[in-house]
């Protein structure tokens, strides 16, 4: 029987499923100035469409890593965090933003990494304003 470096008995059966979870923060501050600046009804129209503006770009983005054209998904992520951040979605803009940076080197390896991560935190983002526009908050 295999042994790990403590002597310990391998067991080969267990196998631990690791699955990241992403934690979105919503910057209110931005979503302030957009409602100071527009009004209720202005600001709503203007997140609503940011919104799906960006969930169209990721499922575009995660196409666009599948068929490995690196370019227009360096666009389509600065897009992403050029939207993101003047609604309160830093974190989101910020993981846009290093996809974008991926591509341009052609750095597959971390783009898989980045693009995988903007995936989960995208999908977060999507439900969190989901569910505050449901809330009427």
């Not at 992520?77 to 052609?106: E, F, T, W, Y």
Request: some cysteine; proline content about 3%.
């Amino acid at each position: 029987m295999r042994q790990d470096r403590n002597g310990a008995p391998c067991r080969m059966g267990n196998v631990v499923q690791i699955v990241p979870r992403e934690t979105v923060r919503i910057d209110h501050e931005p979503l302030a100035r957009l409602y100071a600046a527009l009004g209720t009804q202005g600001a709503e129209d203007v997140i609503a469409r940011a919104v799906e503006d960006i969930a169209h770009r990721l499922a575009r983005i995660e196409t666009d890593h599948r068929d490995l054209a690196f370019d227009r998904l360096e666009r389509g992520a600065r897009m992403v965090a050029a939207v993101a951040a003047p609604i309160g979605l830093g974190d989101l803009s910020r993981v846009s933003a290093h996809v974008a940076a991926c591509a341009l080197r052609n750095d597959a390896a971390a783009l898989g990494a980045t693009v995988a991560r903007l995936a989960r935190l995208g999908r977060r983002a999507m439900t969190d304003f989901g569910r505050m526009r449901q809330s009427g908050g």
